[in-house]
């Protein structure tokens, strides 16, 4: 069966600290990967996207960056934080071309920016 | 552009009450998936369901029941004889048939008493 990871799962870093979330998936291969924020108040935001290997597409301009270095890792990375960069962040997959799969997703990483 | 609604910010109700989650959405392609996930305090979402757009008849799971009605664009969700651990929040979500990604609405919390 397949299973996400994340980790960590909480993390308090101070204002302009550098940021490394991982996210790895088990149990199937060449999945979409997807990094999404939700703040506080629930919405969710999708950050980044990766259809393969170094293939990343960014939804919205920020300071976070993303990496794919294999097949079933998706690394999230940020130079230096802001304090708008907290929140909950939560990596999923799902089958790549097929866009009636839903997508599973991890347990999520809390991020607080002091 | 697709656009994903739920009007309704928090909804508390007493336990074995009857709660309706509203779901809108906008969208241009005439074959699209509609999806409900619930957030637990927990964090990580999970997946309720799946519909697709060429599928108008109703589905009823448990005390879960979804109610589709392309006419009125909506896809509602109804919790029957509601339970503490159904407290959560509840997304809605809309995807794109080229591939997954997934458009979500706001959410709703959804807060049951004893």
């Known amino acids: 069966s397949q299973t996400i990871h994340q980790w960590p799962a909480t993390l308090v870093q101070p204002v302009g600290s550098p940021l490394s979330l991982e996210c790895t998936v088990e149990?199937?291969?060449?999945?979409?990967l997807y990094w999404y924020r939700q703040a506080a108040g629930r919405g969710l935001q999708l950050l980044f996207y990766s259809i393969g290997i170094g293939q990343i597409s960014s939804e919205v301009p920020q300071n976070l960056s993303a990496s794919r270095p294999q097949d079933r890792q998706f690394i999230l990375s940020s130079k230096k934080l802001l304090l708008s960069d907290s929140g909950f962040y939560l990596c999923a997959w799902d089958l790549t071309g097929n866009s009636k799969n839903e997508q599973f997703f991890g347990p999520g990483t809390r991020l607080t920016v002091l | 552009a697709q656009k994903v609604t739920q009007a309704q910010t928090e909804i508390s109700v007493v336990e074995k009450e009857d709660v309706t989650l509203d779901c809108v959405y906008e969208t241009r392609d005439t074959t699209y998936y509609l999806f409900w996930y619930k957030q637990p305090p927990s964090g990580e979402l999970v997946f309720l369901i799946r519909?697709?757009?060429?599928?108008?008849q109703n589905e009823i799971s448990g005390r879960y029941s979804w109610n589709f009605q392309k006419s009125t664009s909506s896809f509602n969700f109804t919790i029957t004889a509601s339970q503490v651990v159904d407290s959560a929040v509840y997304f809605c979500?809309?995807?794109?048939?080229?591939?997954?990604?997934?458009?979500f609405g706001a959410g709703t919390q959804v807060v049951v008493t004893p």
């Open positions: 979500a809309l995807s794109e048939p080229s591939w997954g990604k997934l458009q």
């Open positions: 519909r697709n757009s060429f599928d108008e």
């Open positions: 149990g199937t291969s060449n999945p979409n």
